[in-house]
Nanobody, 118 residues
Framework: QVQLVESGGGLVQAGGSLRLSCAASGSIFSGNAMGWYRQAPGKQRELVARITSGGITNYADSVKGRFTISRDNAKNTVYLQMNSLKPEDTAVYYC????????????WGQGTQVTVSS
């Protein structure tokens, strides 16, 4: 059983920064990807950024150059550094871990609110 605990959300003015953290506990297969998704009111959940256990990253076009994802494999923790925040970044941010077993399994955090005021 994998549990994810997120922290770091909050209210920030446009142009500001926030750092999200997500710590995973339990049995995580060494091959996995950790990432962040977000869901704004009335919109579908979308991928923000993800990073594999090998360090391969990918980002949504809307956050490239502003957000940076990183991870500490020893701590099973993933981080999302968000800079130059915009009001359109306002959403609930969810941590997700996909474990590359057969079949793959995904685990989700409870979500953390990020609100960017203009």
């Amino acid at each position: 059983q994998v549990q994810l605990v997120e922290s770091g959300g909050g209210l920030v003015q446009a142009g500001g920064s926030l750092r999200l953290s997500c710590a995973a506990s339990g049995s995580i297969f060494s091959g996995n990807a950790m990432g962040w998704y977000r869901q704004a009111p009335g919109k579908q959940r979308e991928l923000v950024a993800r990073i594999t256990s090998g360090g391969i990253t990918n980002y949504a076009d809307s956050v490239k150059g502003r957000f940076t994802i990183s991870r500490d494999n020893a701590k099973n923790t993933v981080y999302l550094q968000m800079n130059s925040l915009k009001p359109e970044d306002t959403a609930v941010y969810y941590c997700c871990v996909v474990v590359f077993t057969i079949p793959p399994r995904d685990y989700w955090g409870q979500g953390t609110q990020v609100t960017v005021s203009s």
